[in-house]
C-alpha cells in the first residue's frame, strides 16, 4: 500500500483501525454507547475550545456543510457566501437547494480574504441571516482569518457558519472566542481517522434561529435539529455508525496527547514552502498558505497526472492534483495529522525530487534534504 501524503484522507494510526474492529453491540438500546458518543462529543469540543454542543453525524465531511446550509435556510433567506475558493463558493449551491438567496463575496483565489475589505463591503451591505466562510479552502491551501472575520460579522448580527474540514486539529480554533455559530469538521482530514463522519458544533443562537423558523426544515438526515436531545432521551434520529464513532474516539484520544500538534504543524509547513521556493517550484499563493496542505503550480511542458503516477506507481506514495478551476493547474501536498511528520514529509519530497527531474524538471536542490535542514534551523 502506497503511503497517502494528500490534503485528507490522511493516514491512520493503527490504533484507530484496531478501535473500528471492537466488537460492538446496539447503538440505539445500549445506553452506555451514548455515553461513550457523548464522551467524544466533549473531547472535540474541548479540543475546539468552545462550550456549545457538538453533534457526530453519520456521513462524510460534506454532510456538516449541508446540514448546517439545510437547518439554517428558510426559503428567501438571504446568505452571504464568502468566496475565494472552490469549497466558499460551493456554499451557494446548498444555499440554492434549500431555497435561500446567495450573495456571493468574490474576491482573489490567489489569497486570503483581506478582513478591512470586508469591512468595507458589510458596512454597506449586512441585511445577511448568517454568513458562510473557509478556513483552509484546500483545492488552493488558502488559510483564511476566521479569528478576525466572524466576530466581524457578528457585529452585524449576521450568523457566522465556517468550514473547518480541513484546517481544525492543523490549525489553531477557538470557537467561542472567535463567534463561530457553526463550525463543521470531518474524520479523514488532520483528525485522521477514515472517511465516514462529520461534526458540527452548535452556538445557542444558531440552535435558536431554527428552533424560531417559520417553516419546518426541509430535511430529515440534515436537520440539526432532531439531534439536540440525543443526550437526554438516549436517542438517536437514525442508527449510529457505531464502529466508526469507535474509531474516532480514538483518533480523538491520539490529537489530545499530541500536545505540540499545532506548532509542529506550523513549523513544517514553513519547511515545505521554503523548500519549494530553494527547489524553484512555484507555490500557487501569494501569501495565507495553511499548515494543512501545500499548493504548488504544475511545472510548464509537465502534466500533473504524470507527476502523481510517478509518485504512487515507482515512489509509492500518493499526492494529489486539484480540481474544477484549479484542475490540472496545481499539485497538492498534504501535511496534516497524522502525515505531519517530518520522515514522511521528507521522504515525500525527496521522491518528488526524483519525479520532477525524471519528467524533465530539474529541482535546484534535493528537497527531501532541504526540508529537513529548513525544519531544523527554525528551532
Ligand atoms: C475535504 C473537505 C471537505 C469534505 O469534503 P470531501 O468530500 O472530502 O471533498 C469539505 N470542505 C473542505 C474545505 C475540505 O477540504
Known sequence: ??????????????????????????????GDFCE??????????????????????GGEGILALEAACASLTEPGDKVLVIDNGIFGKGFADFVTIYGGCPELYTVDYHKPVEVDELRRFLEKHHDYKYATVVHCDTPSGVLNDIRSICPLLKEYGILTVVDSVAA???EEVRVDDWEIDVICGGSQKALSAPPGLAFVTVSEAAMQAMEQRKQPIASFYCNLLTFKNYYRDKWFPYTMP???????????RLVREDKNRIERHQRIAAA??????????????????????TVIRVPSGIRDTEIIETMKEKYGILISGSFDVLAGKVIRLGHMGNNAKVEDVADMLSALTKTLNE?????????GHMFQSQYSTQE
Open 1 to 30: 500500500m502506497y503511503k497517502m501524503m494528500t490534503p485528507g484522507p490522511t493516514m491512520v494510526a493503527d490504533s484507530v483501525m484496531q478501535a473500528r474492529s471492537r466488537k460492538f453491540g446496539n447503538p440505539d438500546v445500549d
Open 36 to 57: 461513550e458518543y457523548h464522551q467524544v462529543c466533549r473531547s472535540l469540543a474541548e479540543l475546539l475550545h468552545t462550550d456549545n454542543e457538538v453533534y457526530i453525524l
Open 168 to 170: 481544525m486539529f492543523g
Open 242 to 252: 457505531i464502529s466508526d464513532i469507535y474509531g474516532l474516539a480514538e483518533a480523538v
Open 272 to 293: 515545505v514552502r521554503e523548500t519549494m521556493k530553494k527547489a524553484g517550484l512555484s507555490l500557487y499563493l501569494e501569501y495565507g498558505d495553511a499548515a494543512t496542505v
Open 359 to 367: 519528467l524533465g524538471f530539474v529541482c535546484q536542490c534535493e528537497m
